[in-house]
């Protein structure tokens, strides 16, 4: 059990170091329709691991409990769009192919914003493994530990291109492929942080665990719409994201469904 859930909260991360270690072996950024090709990807992994993983679930486990189903995915869902639109609207970060900072006013340099808008969405990424890992540990509304670990392969498979997408641009203006390297891999650290915090917490959130899950796809899709479609959908290429998204969501479901 203790090596299924460090494998579940590591995997992950695992995978954002192994793209930003991309920083190493390519000499140039990855090119427009490249990156936006694995921005599609990531947005249709998000998508379907919302659906699968987090929603359905959150349904099958509010009916176990004898309560009305619908309540808690409506209710948590909503909290997780509007927690991370006002996180978003507070923390200071820089997207990638922006030159205006949101967030509060800061004198925070640009290779930092551009960590903090990478961490921020990968906050509700580390909430949904643990959330996902906390349902298996208590046996939720069928939730597997293969179920759980199929969640934590996906968002690794999708981690990867975020990892390069991050660290290539920076090895330019940080002007060091380690530092590069480092503000991409570190960027992925909160992951395994909150999903370990949320399995810790299982005695206390396994009452309300229905709305956590509905609260972690809130916020993985808040994260699609408010970033990465837009992101993909930006000037040419944008066909290319499209067929991303295709593949990433029938991954997402294929390892869901057939995993767990």
């Known amino acids: 059990m203790y090596s299924e859930l460090a494998y579940g909260l590591l995997l992950p991360f695992a995978g954002t170091t192994l793209g930003a270690a991309m920083v190493f072996l390519l000499r140039d950024e990855l090119s427009s329709w490249v990156q936006k090709l694995l921005l599609g990807f990531a947005s249709g992994v998000m998508m379907a691991a919302s659906v699968w993983s987090l929603l359905i679930p959150s349904i099958n486990m509010a009916a176990e409990q004898g309560g009305v189903e619908w309540v808690p995915a409506v209710v948590g869902f909503l909290l997780g769009m509007f927690s991370l639109l006002i996180f978003d609207s507070l923390v200071p ?7 205006e900072p949101e967030g509060v006013k800061s004198s925070l340099g640009r290779s930092t914003m551009l960590f903090m808008a990478v ?55 940080v002007k060091s492929r380690w530092k590069a390297f480092a503000y991409g891999a570190g960027s992925g650290v909160v992951e395994p942080l909150a999903g370990l915090l ?27 719409v408010e970033e990465l479609i837009p992101e993909s959908q930006d000037g040419r290429h944008s066909n290319v994201a499209t067929i991303g998204v295709a593949f990433g969501f029938a991954l997402m479901m294929f390892l869901d469904v057939a995993l767990g």
């Open 93 to 99: 970060h820089l997207h990638l192919d922006s030159t």
């Open 119 to 173: 961490t921020l969405h990968n906050i509700p990424e580390g909430m949904a493994v643990g959330v996902v890992l906390a349902g298996a540990m208590t046996e939720s509304a069928g939730i597997t530990m293969a179920g759980a670990l199929a969640l934590s392969l996906g968002i690794a498979i999708q981690n990867f291109p975020e990892g390069a997408i991050v660290s290539m641009p920076l090895k330019h203006s």
């Open 198 to 224: 949320t399995i810790l917490m299982i005695d206390y959130i396994q009452p309300i665990l229905p709305y956590l899950l509905a609260f972690a796809a809130g916020a993985m899709i808040y994260v699609v």
